[in-house]
Structures are given as structure tokens and as C-alpha cells.
């Protein structure tokens, strides 16, 4: 459990015998998935209408690590240092807090720390938060 973060798998049951006659692959990883359990598309294949906000109130970060710390400090319930660190974000201009709904693009993931890259409409700059945040629109 790197960094305090938690890591939860779906699993879904399959009733006996129902996978003898499916197609072998290679073992592979399942697509990452945003909230409602759409899949991330990789940057390199955008989706056209963006994404959107799934959450109310969503921190973002420019850099990675800051955006990694705050959720260092939420998940250790320090309320008053995660307010700090949030409001020192934002007074510097390098967090923002997104709105549910609003409007973001795709610009990079990390996959395996459960993070995306996203652009507000409207705003030249991209910010990190949870991959968990966003939808497809």
C-alpha cells in the first residue's frame, strides 16, 4: 500500500463453466476506468466530447507530487494540514478546486497510481487529480 493509498478490484462472479469455450488470450491488464466504470481512454486517443467532473469539489494539482501529498495528508486525517496545503496551492495558482460537471480533456495518466492529467475547458494548463474523479461526458 504505497503512499497510504488503497487499491479496491472488482471481481465479478462467473457461474462454473462458463468460460471452457471462450477465446484464449494472453494474460493481460484490464483498461483503467473512470467513475461509473466507463474505461480511460489513453491520451493518445482523446475522447472527442472530454470528460467530465464526477464529484463535487475535486482538488487538482499541476504538479503530480503536490497533488500526492494532499491526498498523503487526507488519508492521514490531518484535516488542518490538508487545508493548508490546499489553500497554499491555490493561492499560488498551481491547485484549483473542479466543480462537479465541469468540463476537462485527457492529457496523461499513471495508471498504476490511479492518477489523470486533465485540462479544464477554458484554462491552458493541466492538473492531476484521482482517475476516480472524472466520467466520460
Do not use: H
Amino acid at each position: 500500500m504505497p503512499n497510504g493509498k488503497i487499491i479496491t478490484l472488482q471481481i465479478s462472479e462467473c457461474p462454473a463453466g462458463a468460460l471452457e469455450n471462450a477465446p484464449k488470450q494472453s494474460p493481460s491488464r484490464p483498461p483503467p476506468t473512470a467513475a461509473g466504470g466507463a474505461p480511460i481512454q489513453s491520451p493518445a486517443k482523446p475522447s472527442a466530447n472530454g470528460y467530465e467532473i464526477a464529484r463535487n469539489s475535486v482538488a487538482a494539482c499541476s504538479r503530480r507530487e503536490q497533488y500526492e501529498k494532499l491526498t498523503s495528508l487526507a488519508s492521514q486525517d490531518d484535516s488542518e494540514a490538508f487545508n493548508r496545503a490546499l489553500v497554499g496551492g491555490a493561492s499560488s495558482g498551481s491547485c484549483l478546486i473542479l466543480s462537479q460537471g465541469a468540463i476537462v480533456f485527457l492529457e496523461d495518466t499513471a495508471i498504476f497510481a490511479g492518477l489523470v492529467k486533465v485540462r479544464p475547458r477554458g484554462n491552458p494548463d493541466g492538473y492531476w487529480t484521482a482517475a476516480e474523479n472524472i466520467r466520460p461526458r
